[in-house]
């Protein structure tokens, strides 16, 4: 090997390194680190291996949900009702699993049954978004947000806010862990993956991006808009659905409200994570980074005796840190 050859090859190795840390995804990764490792100085119980994996553990059906919202917003649409549609499919999954397992069905089908129903019902909920978003041309922020207050309301009115008690032995698979990571963890790092390589080399997955990007164009070149938009959010749905059953058997209790500002959580994972509101950028490795990096600075917070209040103000100002940049970085783009 001469001389010049290795100076190449360093050189495209340093540009790799240069391009991996100056994209969305490693700059998220090298904040997250130092977080990390900042706080861990000023706190060393921050570091202790169990608040580490909570951390990742307690928000990874965020990270799940936020996949599912990332595709949405890469097409150019936004989904409101994601955080009422996942407390619906919360709430049926426990449903299902304290009915049945109180009327005495095998254990194996109710389990089936109540880790199953939800995801496809997800697909449901968000194939009737998809279809007056993509057939009948209402703007989605319209449609989910009618669809916000109808399953709300909905279960509001058929659960009254109970809370669901009875749920059958090994219902609770988040609970679990494989080693050290907890079954919740491993389900986000391989549904990141998954959907990551789908997007990028699957014809629906750049589709997604071409409509972002530029609808009539992506149109003009042979896409059927309408089919990969429907297709698109009845993805979506299936994350939700997953992410919802990952909340749900976190805990031997579950909850049939609506949480404050759930919604809000899953766009701000998508957004900061590098999803350009605007249509056509981003990756679900940025939206599942976001995500811990988000749930990372909420436990910080608490470290370093500062109230978790503050976590809202610091949400707000990524996001319109992340949207700012993200204008200023298309302007650029169309004057070259």
Do not use: H
């Amino acid at each position: 090997m001469t001389a010049a050859t290795s100076v190449t090859q360093s050189n495209r190795w340093l540009e790799r390194v240069r391009k991996v840390f100056g994209s969305q995804e490693g700059i998220l990764l090298l904040i997250l680190i130092a977080l990390v490792i900042g706080v861990g100085l000023y706190n060393p119980r921050f570091l202790n291996e169990r608040n580490l994996t909570d951390i990742l553990n307690t928000n990874a059906y965020i990270a799940v949900a936020a996949i599912g919202i990332s595709m949405i917003i890469i097409t150019g649409n936004i989904d409101i009702s994601c955080g009422a549609a996942i407390a619906v499919l919360w709430s049926l999954s426990g449903t299902i699993a304290e009915v049945l397992g109180g009327a005495g069905w095998p254990t194996a089908v109710v389990l089936a049954l109540a880790w199953t129903v939800p995801v496809f019902a997800g697909m449901l909920i968000s194939a009737i978004n998809g279809f007056f978003v993509a057939y009948l041309g209402i703007p989605a922020i319209v449609v989910t947000l009618g669809t916000f207050s109808i399953l709300r309301g909905g279960l509001i009115f058929v659960a009254g806010g109970n809370t669901i008690t009875d749920l059958p032995d090994g219902y609770a698979i988040a609970q679990e862990s494989v080693g050290i990571l907890p079954v919740s963890v491993i389900i986000m790092i391989i549904l990141t993956g998954v959907a990551f390589a789908w997007m990028r080399w699957s014809r629906l997955g750049r589709s997604q991006y071409a409509i972002g990007g530029n609808k009539e164009a992506a149109r003009l070149s042979g896409i059927n808009v309408r089919s990969s938009l429907m297709k698109t959010f009845m993805i979506a749905g299936a994350f939700y659905g997953v992410a919802a059953v990952m909340y749900a058997t976190q805990f031997s209790t579950i909850q049939t409200v609506v949480p404050a500002g759930l919604e809000l959580q899953i766009i701000t994972a998508a957004v900061v994570g590098g999803v350009s509101i605007l249509g056509g950028i981003g990756t679900v490795i940025g939206s599942t980074l976001a995500a811990v990096l988000i749930r990372t600075i909420g436990a910080s917070l608490v470290f370093v005796d500062i109230s978790p209040f503050w976590l809202r103000a610091i949400l707000g100002v990524l996001i319109l840190v992340t949207v700012l940049l993200d204008i200023v970085r298309r302007r650029r783009q169309e004057r070259v």
